[in-house]
Nanobody, 126 residues
Framework: DVQLQASGGGLEQVGGSLRLSCAVS????????IGWVRQAPGKEREGVAC????????MYLDSVKGRFTISSDNVRNTVYLQMNSLKSEDTAVYYC???????????????????WGQGTQVTVGM
């Protein structure tokens, strides 16, 4: 049974930090790229960050580069998204997604990812 369990969202002030976690089970962690896709009200989904576990390579949305860091723990089968210097425009539901290719995680319009988890709400306010 495939599961992607996201957690760590919440309410934070502008300039603050949050760390999201995505605990995965039911598929080969090392063979997949795992990342985060967000969707704000009235907006399309956008890929935020992705890590290809076997290669260790990462991809980021331009607007989060330098502020967000994605990492993975191959023992705990968990991917983390450290979000610093939060902005109001980071407010969204953040979903954990997995696919063999990071480009698919980062480009929701391309096709559906192999696996998709439930979302966690991130709200950044004044």
């Amino acid at each position: 049974d495939v599961q992607l369990q996201a957690s760590g969202g919440g309410l934070e002030q502008v300039g603050g930090s949050l760390r999201l976690s995505c605990a995965v089970s039911g598929f080969s962690f090392e063979d997949y790229a795992i990342g985060w896709v967000r969707q704000a009200p009235g907006k399309e989904r956008e890929g935020v960050a992705c890590i290809a576990n076997r290669l260790g390579s990462t991809m980021y949305l331009d607007s989060v580069k330098g502020r967000f860091t994605i990492s993975s723990d191959n023992v705990r089968n968990t991917v983390y998204l450290q979000m610093n210097s939060l902005k109001s425009e980071d407010t969204a539901v953040y979903y954990c997604a997995a696919d063999p290719l990071c480009v698919v995680v980062m480009t929701p319009k391309l096709r559906e990812t192999d696996f998709w988890g439930q979302g966690t709400q991130v709200t950044v306010g004044m």
